[in-house]
């Protein structure tokens, strides 16, 4: 059998697509093929016979004319017959797509790189960022830990100190105010967030409302804990979320929580601060909470957005397998079952974890930044760690902080560092621990 192959650099008005090609190429998938020769170069020539005709490659010529290529490589094959070229252009397409995939190994891949400080964006690969969370997703079939965020020891002192900022592997920490625009600055230096997740108090106080008398008891807030007029917790909360804005790239969609009490103080801030009110979606609880005509079972997350650039969106009406409403069911902490006191201790608003990671896939892709100024217990910064986001955040109470750099380093083993003089947790710990021990 006579094989006769010729690599050749043609001119592109020279070449002459098929009017047989039965393959399909809508805009996106030709993006993607554009995205790729300008990372990697033209590194599959075309097909074509002796006459310029194109037997494979038609994608390709269409992603070249939008670059304005002049040239392309191509191989000439001289030795088929007519029917020969219609089959091997169906071949080529076809036997490709019959090939399938060692999920685990992709998974490894697609993680590996997702870490690497790369000159490209992963979605050259073809895969799109809903597809590549939900294979990394998939490849980890181990249960979420059960999520465990204890009050800090009120007889304990402090280890961290209003000021620290902490490097937990990529991911920043500042014990600083969510309404001082210095703390933001030094938090996210010249970093913005793409996304927002925060979790702001109530302006409710614990006791009697959070929890009740039981033997389970939570420290109040150290601001917005029932204290604030109306006025000023829609001030309080305008000002924080606009300092949000400014740290935000246009397109960053913004989650902020609220109780039904505070509805319009909310709304109120955020359009103030933001450019969009893209939705309102409902946490509802699998069990209920305090209340006194009614147990409350839901809180309320509004979602804003910053400009008015678009906004990622990886739902995609459940293109890729994320089937997401306004309506989230997760279990709350407060089960009142056996072997849930642990949870019962958690920060008193505390989200699932769950939750928060699955509204910052939604809008998000790995390796950006995801903000939150009221850090809380950490769920946000444990969501993103296990998400592949970057978690850049503030807590004004250092015993919080306390609580979320140890909840990290559990969840990785890692040790959080103060960026100060680069001091671990655990060696601040043995020092306190020798100090009182004096």
């Keep these: 059998m006579e094989h006769v192959h010729h690599y050749a650099v043609v001119d592109i008005d020279t070449l002459i697509p098929s009017p047989r090609n039965a393959r399909t190429h809508d805009q996106r998938q030709i993006q993607q093929i554009v995205d790729s020769i300008q990372a990697f170069g033209f590194t599959n020539p075309l097909l074509i016979d002796e006459a310029g005709g194109i037997i494979a490659g038609h994608g390709r010529l269409e992603a070249a004319k939008k670059l304005g290529l002049a040239e392309l490589p191509a191989i000439r094959v001289a030795h088929l017959s007519d029917p020969e070229k219609r089959a091997l252009m169906l071949a080529d397409n076809k036997i490709a797509l019959n090939a399938g995939w060692n999920m685990e190994l992709l998974a490894s891949e697609l993680a590996d790189l997702s870490e690497m400080d790369l000159a490209f964006d992963l979605e050259i690969t073809g895969f799109e960022v809903p597809e590549i969370d939900l294979i990394i997703e998939g490849a980890n079939d181990e249960t979420p830990p059960e999520e465990v965020a204890p009050e800090p020891d009120a007889a304990a002192p402090s280890i961290c100190q209003h000021g620290d900022l902490w490097l937990l592997g990529q991911h920043r920490v500042l014990c600083g105010d969510a309404r001082n ?67 935000s790239q246009e397109g960053a969609v913004w989650f902020a929580c609220m109780d039904w009490r505070h509805i319009g103080e909310i709304r ?10 893209l939705n309102m979606c409902v946490w509802a609880k699998t069990n209920g909470g305090m209340g006194s005509l009614y147990r409350s079972q839901h809180e309320l997350v509004f979602v804003f957005r910053k400009g008015r650039a678009s906004h990622r969106n990886n739902v995609q009406l459940g293109r890729f397998g994320r089937n997401r409403t306004n309506l989230w069911t997760y279990a709350g902490v407060n089960t009142f079952r056996n072997g849930r006191m642990e949870e019962l201790q958690a920060h008193p608003t505390a989200k699932p974890v769950e939750m928060v990671k699955d509204a910052i896939l939604d809008v998000s892709k790995r390796g950006e930044i995801v903000l939150d100024p009221f850090l809380g217990s950490g769920s946000t910064l444990i969501a993103a760690e296990r998400c592949g986001r970057i978690a850049y955040g503030l807590e004004i109470d250092p015993a919080y902080v306390d609580v979320i750099l140890r909840r990290w380093r559990d969840e990785t083993g890692q040790q959080p560092l103060r960026a100060t003089d680069k001091a671990t947790l655990y060696s601040l710990e043995q020092s306190n621990d020798a100090e009182v021990a004096q």
């Excluded at 600055?185 to 009740?212: E, W």
């Excluded at 601001?223 to 001030?235: L, N, P």
């Excluded at 109120?268 to 009110?277: E, H, P, R, V």
């Design 268 to 277: 109120s801030a955020g359009l103030s601060a933001f450019d969009d009110w």
């Design 181 to 247: 625009g210095d703390d933001y600055d030094r938090l996210m230096g010249r970093a913005q967030a793409h996304v927002g997740f925060t979790d702001p108090p109530y302006n409710v106080p614990i006791s009697g409302h959070v929890c009740g008398s039981g033997k389970v008891q939570h420290r109040e807030f150290v601001e917005a804990s029932g204290e604030m007029s109306e006025d000023a917790f829609e001030t309080f909360l305008r000002d924080t979320l606009t300092y949000c804005a400014v740290h």
